[in-house]
């Protein structure tokens, strides 16, 4: 069994920043890709930031300039720093993670709410 853990989230106004941390743990054998997705209601989910095992990273034009994805590989660990929240960042994020074996895992999901 894998577990992802997903903790920070919360409510903030307009301008001020939250940072999400992502647990693995579990039967895992090799972590490939480590992202974060967000699902605000009535809406798909969307990819927020991927980040790969050797670092490289993937944003939402949305999100570009104000988030940063960051991994500590050694804690199976991923976090995802948001400053600068709008509103419209209002949604459920949730942790995924991709094994070598291309086998891919979610977390159950934090609340970030951005009031204006």
């Known amino acids: 069994q894998v577990q992802l853990v997903e903790s920070g989230g919360g409510l903030v106004q307009t301008g001020g920043s939250l940072r999400l941390s992502c647990a693995a743990s579990?039967?895992?054998?090799?972590?490939?890709?480590m992202g974060w997705y967000r699902q605000a209601p009535g809406k798909q989910r969307e990819l927020v930031a991927t980040?790969?095992?050797?670092?490289?990273?993937n944003y939402a034009d949305s999100v570009k300039g104000r988030f940063t994805i960051s991994r500590d590989n050694a804690k199976n660990t991923m976090y995802l720093q948001m400053n600068s929240l709008k509103p419209e960042d209002t949604a459920v994020y949730y942790c995924?993670?991709?094994?070598?074996?291309?086998?891919?895992?979610w977390g159950q999901g934090t609340q970030v709410t951005v009031s204006s």
């Open positions: 995924n993670i991709v094994t070598i074996m291309k086998v891919a895992y």
């Open positions: 980040i790969t095992s050797g670092a490289s990273t």
């Open positions: 579990g039967s895992i054998f090799m972590i490939n890709t």
